[in-house]
């Protein structure tokens, strides 16, 4: 039964829910906001727990990994005090502690590790950019193409219109669609053959 | 080890320390480039231009802080194009970490514009969940958003009386640095029809303009010089304008190091006598 009854509920949600998709009445609207609900409600259960395994991680590397004591301490007081200083809807309003937190440390951080990625771009280009081969002397001229297309240079930007068009319409979007495509239908296989039991990895075992 | 050898194996931080100067020096010096508008842009702009006042644009505000310096430039050009037009905008934000972004945008282009929050625009907060989120809202945007963002029922906010879902509004015009792209052209423009434009970083916009040639999107603004060029239409400079510099002077060192890179490379071939072949 352990395993039967959560296969049996996958399979009749999975069959609800298409055909709510497709055949748009009255009954098939209530389903789905009724569903909201449920995902809501299930998103809220599940939320408890991942708070508890991080916490519980992050406490232990605390008492034992002394090299991760300091990254525990950060997160586990960054935790506590964005979860007091935002538990009333009205801290959520500019001005607020918590925003204050957000705005002069959150935002900071993120973007900064994001342009990160600026250094390693050009790092990674410098070397791997080569023209070895034929490919890469076309991946290369493509490139250099499509760049400047997306650098403003003003009319420098607009007189490859045409090539970067034709590069983007054609062999760019052949291959995304083919992909696209080869996605579209392997999430479908896997859709149906969760429905019908025959995937059964997502319970944690076959 | 000859110059060429050195070439070939220049240390990364002489990379790094090019194109960290790159960005820097021109937001010391602070200089315009010259922005040529694309027909993706333009026909944004176009869109956006043609509503009439008291029409509704739906705008999703779907990133984070991580991309906010392509992003948010975007954003702030579309909403003062619409305020300045006296549109009616409903906002969204389907990213974990955009609502305080969501927030400090409109706020201050409120107040620069004279607007009020729940009569001119909406601010409808965060859901989870994008593509459920997204056609949730075509059933009724009350239905993942009862409340908005600052606990105030839908209904009873003026901005949003006499409107229900994705078929009351202009069209949709999305923001963002990830998936959520896909999810409302799919579950958004596929499932209910609705005019959908994006705005994206740099990085992603070769993967939408397929979209472009089938219709399925109607407009693309792609990265800091999509920003800039929406800037130029509406003639209001701002950080699009500014970062545009500094982009190109960065991409400008990134060439240069791969023409370098290239040229030792095969000027060490050429000096080896090797025959280039595939690797």
Known sequence: MKREIPLLIVGITGVMMFFQYYVPTGWSTELFVRSQDWIIVIGILSLPLGIWSLLNANVQKLQKVKGERFYSAVLLIGFLVMVLTGLRRENLEAGSVHMTIFSTVLIPIQATIFSLLAFFVASAAYRAFRARSVLATILLLTAFIVMFRFIPLGPISTANLGAVAWILSVPNMAAKRAITMGIGLGATATAIKIILGIERTYMGHD | ?279
């Open chain 2, 1 to 279: 080890m000859g110059i060429l050898e050195k070439m070939m194996q220049l240390d990364r931080r002489w990379i790094y320390l090019a194109v960290g100067l790159a960005v820097i020096i021109p937001a010391i010096v602070g200089f315009r480039v010259p922005v040529a508008v694309s027909p993706e842009v333009k026909r944004v702009y176009d869109f956006v231009n043609d509503i009439k006042p008291g029409e509704y644009l739906f705008v999703a505000m779907d990133y984070d802080p991580t991309t906010l310096a392509e992003l948010n430039p975007m954003a702030e050009a579309i909403l003062k194009h619409a305020f300045s037009r006296n549109e009616k905008i409903v906002i969204v934000t389907l990213a974990q970490f955009g609502p305080g972004m969501v927030e400090q945008i409109t706020n201050g282009l409120a107040k620069e514009f004279n607007k009020t929050r729940g009569v001119d625009y909406a601010f409808l907060g965060y859901r989870p969940y994008p593509a459920i989120t997204i056609l949730a809202m075509g059933v009724d945007f009350r239905v993942p958003f009862p409340v908005d963002y600052y606990g105030v029922p839908l209904d009873s906010l003026p901005v949003m009386r006499g409107i229900k879902n994705f078929y009351n509004v202009k069209g949709v015009i999305d923001l963002t640095a990830g998936n959520t792209a896909d999810m409302w052209l799919v579950d958004g423009n596929g499932r209910y029809g609705f005019p959908l434009a994006i705005g994206i970083t740099g990085v992603m916009a070769a993967d939408y303009y397929q979209y472009l040639q089938s219709g399925q999107l109607f407009g693309i603004i792609p990265g800091i010089k999509g920003a800039a060029e929406y800037e130029s239409l509406v003639n209001m400079p701002g950080q699009g304008m500014a970062q545009a510099a500094y982009q190109v002077v960065a991409h400008s060192v990134i060439i240069m190091f791969i023409i370098i890179s290239n040229f030792a490379f095969f000027a060490t071939r050429r000096r080896r006598g090797q025959v280039g072949g595939a690797r």
